[in-house]
């Protein structure tokens, strides 16, 4: 990794501040853009400037870690570091990297730094990318658009459907239409996302997908897909 990871490290305890940020400056691939316990000069810094990992601590006085995240969680990765092992398991609901205990050693550290590089690394989105790098159930799932039938929108979440799966993860549908290629894939309905080549019988303005389920095409979509149609032949 050429360019150096911007990060941040929030932590209610001075001690902590000063030895995670002497790690991020010894580990020499992390830029500090902020190293602190102000929650709001942080909430201030994620809405305004590109930040890659946020090390976060789970007990803070004004706003907790798994609130932070929980406002936060879906453009950024976090490594969690605390004294309480118990908020693992809540944790790992948003996009956790790893979970470090206090106290904290250098070594154990870097190998955190390292697993995030080599994450962003296998799975950073390229003109070739052929599949969606999902994260639910405190899993990370590989899906290849080929596998996808069509997207299901359930308010703050979507549920994937495949031939042999269903995945819910917390996402919109605005912005996992933006992660699959246009030529492949149409929104229906503020409801659905259909891979077109997985349509197996069109019914006026209703659809049945190759796994059987059916899908209803929307006032609002149904202009774009009957012109879809014609400029296909169907």
Not at 3 to 29: H, S
Not at 130 to 142: G, S
Request: glycine share 2%; with cysteine.
């Amino acid at each position: 990794m050429k360019q150096k990871i911007n990060c941040i490290i929030l932590d209610d305890e001075p001690f902590a501040v000063r030895l995670l940020n002497d790690y991020a400056l010894k580990a020499g691939v992390l830029h500090v853009v902020y190293a602190g316990s102000d929650v709001y000069e942080v909430m201030k810094i994620l809405r305004s400037e590109n930040i890659d990992l946020i090390f976060i601590d789970i007990q803070m006085p004004e706003l907790t870690g798994i609130e932070m995240m929980k406002m936060f969680n879906k453009n950024h990765n976090f490594i969690v570091t605390t004294a309480y092992a118990e908020y693992a398991l809540e944790a790992f609901d948003f996009h956790v990297v790893d979970f470090l205990l206090k106290p904290i050693i250098f070594n154990r550290f870097y190998q955190s730094v390292e697993k995030f590089i080599q994450w962003q690394q296998a799975f950073a989105p390229t003109s070739q990318t052929e599949y969606l790098l999902i994260r639910a159930d405190r899993k990370y799932y590989k899906i290849a658009f080929e596998e996808i039938i069509y997207i299901e929108g359930l308010k703050d979440y979507i549920r994937i459907h495949t031939a042999n799966d269903k995945v819910m993860m917390l996402e919109n549908m605005k912005d996992i239409l933006e992660k699959l290629p246009e030529n492949r894939f149409m929104r229906i309905h503020r409801s659905y996302i259909i891979a077109t080549d997985k349509i197996k019988v069109i019914e006026g303005n209703r659809i049945q997908m190759r796994n059987m389920d059916f899908v209803t095409v929307g006032e609002t979509y149904r202009k774009p897909f009957s012109e879809w149609i014609e400029n296909n032949g169907m």
